[in-house]
């Protein structure tokens, strides 16, 4: 079945520590996206990417960073210059000017 | 700057009545329109979106929802809603920018069913 995954579901962290979070697709989509979300604030984009070797700051990107090395990779690296890190992420798919399809989520937070 | 306001932060209704959750978007042209739905910890899924044509369109699950460009809306509605219907509701555009499509989100709305 084709889809996006995202591993792990929960990820606990020391502040200071730098986490990745993992997210794969495999619906040979061109673009990919990381959301962030906080209750009552909806989503909220961190970074993009419309083609391998090639991502954008989103609204939020502070404290965050990101690679596209492969098609159907996009990983976050959440690190300790982010102040606030515990939320909930959430990885996102689509062909260009298409819905985006999105995966389960992984809860980040820090202890 | 684009921007998606969803007024109502939470709504409560009876299983069996209908049901209307209000979307109203900023943007300069007319924009690609979606609704999501987000069951708790889990991850968004389409419910039905809005690119041009025919200003009422049919989604998933009963719903369907109007595009109003005079008022600059993108209301949800379902006629008879049911228990299984109990989510958080989120309207979005997406704009077209040198980089790329984006996505902006409202803030959602929660939705409660009483049985």
């Known amino acids: 079945d084709g889809g996006i995954t995202q591993s792990p579901k929960y990820l606990f962290r020391k502040e200071g520590q730098n986490v990745t979070l993992s997210c794969e697709q495999n619906?040979?989509?061109?673009?990919m996206y990381w959301y962030r979300q906080d209750p009552g604030q909806g989503l909220r984009l961190i970074y993009y990417s419309q083609i391998v070797n090639d991502f954008q700051k989103g609204d939020i990107a502070e404290g965050y960073s990101v690679s596209r090395e492969k098609k159907e990779s996009f990983p976050l690296t959440v690190t300790s210059a982010q102040k606030n890190p515990t939320a909930f992420y959430l990885c996102?798919?689509?062909?260009?000017?298409?819905?985006?399809?999105f995966g389960p989520g992984t809860r980040l937070t820090v202890l | 700057a684009q921007s998606v306001t969803q007024p109502d932060i939470h709504i409560t209704v009876s299983e069996g009545a209908s049901l209307e959750l209000r979307c109203n978007y900023s943007y300069g042209a007319t924009p690609y329109l979606f609704w999501y739905v987000q069951s708790p910890g889990q991850g968004l899924q389409l419910l039905l979106k809005?690119?041009?044509?025919?200003?009422l369109v049919q989604g998933i699950k009963g719903f369907e929802a109007e595009f109003k460009r005079s008022q600059s809306s993108f209301n949800l509605r379902k006629p008879s809603v049911h228990w299984s219907d109990a989510a958080e509701y989120f309207c979005a555009v997406e704009i077209l920018t040198g980089g790329g499509n984006k996505l902006t989100f409202g803030t959602g709305t929660q939705l409660k069913v009483e049985l």
């Open positions: 619906l040979n989509h061109d673009a």
């Open positions: 809005y690119f041009s044509g025919d200003t």
């Open positions: 996102a798919s689509s062909i260009m000017t298409n819905e985006q399809f």
